[in-house]
């Protein structure tokens, strides 16, 4: 049990929607990553955010983007979804150094 | 930069066997490594994780890596398979870069374990 909690569980959106995907920290946790994880593959790291403010990227275009709220939660948004947009979608914690702490995902399927 | 090969993308033990999932990283600066479990349908479980101290690291459910510099690994072992070890492994390899700490993700080892 990591404390970080994801919602919802499932998602199908069709091409063009747009997607919120939250996710709820434990209290201090302060740094929260967003990574993508297709099938059969490992996660990519899509970007992460300090104290609300982002403060990394990776390789994600800017229909990607996310908030991080005072309440140590956040939110994944994306833009004109594409299908290569169908992937489960991670939220990690970090109360400070180099661990992070994994919810159980959300599950994206694009039509 | 920083990378992580993971050599096989399935393996298969019998249970009681012993389990070796294998960890090759490339880091420009010194590495924090981890392994990682994960489950059908879940989100990834911290295994164990090394951040310069000890080179053997003991971690959850059994499981122990070694980190050996001259050779780049990290390499996930444990002594006795158990059926419910059955999981998806991944290595992952952290740095601090640009102000910011991110994983940086091997493809996966698929464990499977047979009676």
């Known amino acids: ?111 | 930069a920083q990378s992580v090969t993971q050599l096989g993308s399935h393996v298969s033990v019998s249970e009681g066997a012993l389990v070796l999932l294998r960890c090759n990283y490339s880091s420009s600066v010194p590495p924090y490594l981890f392994w990682y479990v994960q489950y059908p349908n879940q989100g990834l479980q911290l295994l164990l994780k090394y951040t310069s101290a000890a080179t053997l690291v003991k971690g959850i459910n059994g499981f122990e890596a070694e980190f050996k510099k001259s050779e780049t690994s990290f390499h996930l072992t444990k002594p006795s398979a158990h059926m419910s070890d059955a999981a998806e492994y991944f290595c992952a390899v952290s740095g601090l870069s640009g102000g910011y700490n991110k994983l940086i993700f091997g493809a996966g080892t698929r464990l499977a374990v047979h009676p």
């Open chain 1, 1 to 111: 049990e990591t404390g970080v909690t994801q919602s919802p569980t499932h998602l199908i959106k069709t091409r063009g929607q747009q997607v919120t995907l939250r996710c709820s920290s434990q209290s201090g946790h302060n740094t929260v990553s967003w990574y993508q994880q297709a099938l059969g593959q490992g996660p990519q790291f899509i970007f992460q955010y300090y104290r609300e403010e982002e403060n990394g990227r990776g390789n994600f275009p800017p229909r990607f983007s996310g908030l991080q709220f005072p309440n140590y939660s956040s939110e994944l948004n994306v833009n004109a979804l594409e299908l290569d947009d169908s992937a489960l979608y991670l939220c990690a914690s970090t109360p400070g150094g180099d661990t992070q702490y994994f919810g159980p995902g959300t599950r994206l399927t694009v039509l």
